[in-house]
C-alpha cells in the first residue's frame, strides 16, 4: 500500500492531481480489482463521480453531444 501512496505522492508532486483510497479504510470490503463486476459497483461508480466533480475541470457540453 505504501507503493500506492507513494504513486500518488509523485503525481501531486509533478503538479497533476490525485488521491490515494483504500476502500476498507472508509468502510468498504469484499472489493476485486474490475469494480465494474462486484455487487456494490454503484456505489464506486459514486465515489468516482464524485472525485470527478470535485477535481475536475468541467467544459460546456459540445453541441454535437447534446
Known sequence: MAQCHNF???IRAGGDDATFLH???IGIHGNA???ALDRNNLQ???LLLNWID???KHLPAHPAVM
Open 54 to 56: 470535485m477535481h475536475v
Open 33 to 35: 480489482h474490475i469494480f
Open 8 to 10: 500518488a505522492a509523485d
Open 23 to 25: 476502500l476498507p479504510e
Open 44 to 46: 464506486i461508480a459514486d
